[in-house]
């Protein structure tokens, strides 16, 4: 046994998460290893038959205040805390009775499952553990002469660390535990403050000075961007093991790529009230549409852009049936994601084995505010969500003409689906359905260029169809463009230096335009 190999001869366990409990304690009682212990861990050791210890009878102390107070106790934290070959810590031990606690085993109160179940403000506070992280983080400082345990899952990293090792716990693992109860402390105490920030009502301040974030690696991926990339998937909440909640009924693996681009398309279709179908490819939308019934959307989506749709991401707002299932069924998807899927639905899907089929469970509220997130060099960009898309009273009707009533139905539903697309974003639709989108190009000419191509080529008529631009048009370029086609209406932010250039460019073609006031990059 080398100078970094130390014996476990006593053991604190206080654990809210018994599972594989009782098999790790047998472990240890039968390794001559002293068990103690506090309330229901304790019970659930003699009701096994495994002898334990109260913490109150080897501090003298009773538990008191219904548990609050049970071992924030000098002989617990003095046992924990001692630097065993400090001559100055050895004399205070014996001085003061103080036997050494070699392994601290502590799950603690399961405070971020009974605040993600919106459990009451008392409730979420008793959950609020505070002699468990103490322990935690003095056994992990200390971790030189102690063994700390935080996750069920590490009781057999010590009990073969014990059984190759005489008993004994090595300096590498010991140190490796630390790190990962140091990591659960911090996980711990961002869920409380974040909780309780919320409580005490100072979420006004959308961007705090302080930014804590804690994620939970909720999945590994098959792969990241690449295949050669490695990636997961983390979440914020410990109730989600897949991203908006979401259940995956069958298929693959997910990649990286999935979830980003099944993400896109979950935001996009939960953005509208009527049967809604949003196909994605490359995290851009290559076909929307609206419709009294699924699968008419699903054909109306479908048929803006067939070449895109294949390889996609497909989002449904409503519980998917036999009928759009069987449309869906011989077009190769990567992902189908809607609220529910019906049992006719998924045994139709279930012949393809490789289809990632997930069940959502409820939309997306699209007003819901949230950070958005981006890592670069050396820091965090922050900002809060895109959840507006403009106030119908500030909407002004720029031109001599004003839109159809059908024709601003239309651009109301070419922007929502704009402010989706990566810019610069041109976006035409024509009764309730895309007929082309332009994304991601440096020019906006160039997005409106695409956008009536790919309506061309699709065999669809852009006569008297809606035009959508996430920003402002900088010259009239994109009008005459949009005449050209038969565009009759656009709508647009507005607030270019050419906008007189703009407006009579449209009023000389009979184009009305809207302007919004609001613009929508997305990057």
């Known amino acids: 046994m080398s100078h970094a190999d130390l014996p476990i001869k006593r053991a604190l366990l206080s654990v809210s998460d018994k ?123 200390n971790h030189a002469f102690v063994t700390i345990v935080t996750d069920p899952a590490d009781y057999t990293v010590v009990m073969e660390e014990m059984k190759n090792n005489g008993g004994a716990t090595s300096l590498a693992a010991r140190r490796r535990l ?41 999945q590994m991926l098959a792969y990241g961007e690449n295949p050669h990339q490695q990636a997961a998937f983390y979440s914020f909440n410990a109730a989600h093991a897949l991203f908006a909640g979401a259940k995956q009924l069958q298929g693959k693996e997910l990649s990286y790529n999935n979830i980003n681009d099944t993400d896109a398309a979950w935001e ?100 819901a505010q949230r950070l958005v997130i981006k890592s670069v060099a050396g820091g965090l960009l922050a900002q809060t969500r895109d959840n507006v898309l403009f106030d119908e009273n500030a ?42 989108i332009g994304a991601g190009q440096m020019s906006r000419i160039d997005s409106t260029t695409i956008a009536c191509r790919k309506a061309a080529d699709a065999g669809l008529s852009t006569q008297g169809a809606a035009l959508a631009s996430e920003a402002f048009f900088p010259f009239a370029d994109n009008v005459e463009l949009a005449a050209s086609h038969g565009i009759g209406a656009i709508i647009q932010p507005g607030g270019s230096i050419r906008d007189p250039e703009v407006l009579a460019s449209a009023d000389a073609y009979g184009i009305a335009m809207i302007f919004t006031g609001i613009r929508h990059f997305r990057h």
């Open 395 to 436: 909407l002004t009707v720029a031109t001599k003409k004003s839109p159809s009533a059908q024709q601003m139905s239309d651009l109301k539903m070419a922007l929502t689906v704009a402010k989706h697309v990566k810019s610069n974003a041109i976006v035409l639709v024509k009764d309730g359905a895309t007929i082309g």
């Open 268 to 367: 996009l279709v939960c953005e509208f009230d009527q049967p809604a179908v949003a196909i994605i490819k490359h995290a851009n939308p290559c076909g929307v549409a609206t419709a009294g019934t699924l699968l008419e959307a699903y054909q109306r989506a479908y048929a803006c852009d067939k070449t895109s749709a294949f390889g996609g991401i497909i989002a449904l707002n409503r519980e998917l049936d036999a009928a759009t299932a069987e449309a869906i069924a011989p077009l190769f998807v990567e992902v189908i994601i809607a609220p529910k899927i019906s049992p006719a639905a998924a045994s139709l899907l279930a012949k393809k084995t490789k289809l990632r089929v997930l069940e959502a469970g409820v939309l997306a509220d699209p007003k």
């Open 178 to 218: 630390a790190a990962k109860a140091f990591l659960r402390s911090a996980a711990y105490d961002t869920a409380i403050s974040a909780w309780f920030a919320a409580q005490a009502s100072q979420t006004d301040e959308a961007l705090p000075k302080l930014l804590t974030l804690t994620a939970i690696r909720a």
């Open 19 to 141: 599972t594989g409990l009782v098999e790790f304690a047998t472990f240890l009682h039968a390794s001559g290893v002293e068990l103690l212990s506090t309330g229901g861990t304790a019970k659930a050791l003699r009701d096994a038959g495994i002898a334990v210890k109260d913490v109150s009878e080897h501090t003298g102390f009773p538990e008191m205040m219904d548990g609050r107070i049970k071992t924030l106790h000098p002989k617990i934290h003095g046992g924990i805390l001692a630097i065993r070959d400090h001559a100055d810590h050895k004399k205070a031990m014996s001085d003061h009775a103080i036997g050494a606690i070699d392994l601290v085993v502590i799950t603690l109160y399961p405070f971020e499952q009974i605040a993600a179940k919106n459990a009451g403000f008392d409730e979420c506070i008793e959950n609020i553990d505070i002699g468990g992280p103490a322990m935690v983080r003095s056994s992990a400082k």
